[in-house]
């Protein structure tokens, strides 16, 4: 009777470390990305003022991220919708000019940043960031050539899913 007590306390350790594990990957961490990857932000080339947009537009950025800028003799801005059209630096929602200012991305919706060293953002140096709602996060999405594809958390969530209905099998094929 004691040894099928205590397989069956340990078979309840099993499952317990499991589904603590399992919590464990089902929630995806926030990440870090830095803005320009190696270029940093500073004022793009002539011909390629567009290059922190086309580097926003590639990230799928969500509730929590933060936004790394790495810069020198320069400063960051959030700024509304029409001070970014305008590069208009007089109003910022936050402003920052330590030179590795990092930002957190605290709801969905758009954020949009400029440079506040004169003349910068009208040569490029602005960014819009797109942030997806946990509606979006949670919802399946099309891949560019039109499949449907699972977002990451889904399938993390089905693969706990499938491990606990085994151990849980497991446990009850030994009472």
């Given at each position: 009777?004691?040894?099928?007590f205590s ?13 603590f594990?399992s ?5 995806v961490?926030?990440f870090?990305?830095?803005v320009?990857?190696k270029l ?5 080339p002539a011909?390629d003022?567009?290059?922190?947009n086309d ?11 933060t936004?790394?800028f ?13 001070d ?20 957190t ?8 940043f400029?440079?506040g ?8 140096q ?5 942030v ?5 996060q949670n ?11 699972v977002?990451h958390?889904q ?5 706990t899913?499938?491990?606990?209905l ?7 094929s030994?009472?």
């Amino acid at each position: 009777m004691a040894s099928h007590f205590s397989s069956f306390s340990t078979h309840i350790v099993v499952l317990a470390l499991i589904l603590f594990s399992s919590l464990q990957l089902s929630r995806v961490s926030s990440f870090d990305y830095q803005v320009g990857e190696k270029l940093g932000w500073v004022v793009p080339p002539a011909n390629d003022s567009k290059v922190y947009n086309d580097w926003a537009s590639e990230k799928r950025f969500k509730i929590g991220d933060t936004i790394r800028f790495k810069y020198r003799k320069d400063s960051v801005m959030e700024v509304n919708e029409t001070d970014y059209k305008k590069c208009n630096s007089t109003r910022p929602n936050f402003f920052s000019n330590t030179g590795n200012t990092v930002f957190t991305l605290d709801r969905s919706g758009y954020f949009y940043f400029i440079s506040g060293a004169s003349g910068h953002c009208d040569k490029g140096q602005r960014m819009i960031v797109k942030v997806m709602s946990l509606q979006d996060q949670n919802s399946p999405s099309s891949s560019a050539d039109g499949r449907r594809f699972v977002m990451h958390d889904q399938v993390v969530n089905v693969v706990t899913f499938q491990v606990l209905l085994f151990a849980y099998h497991v446990l009850a094929s030994h009472i």
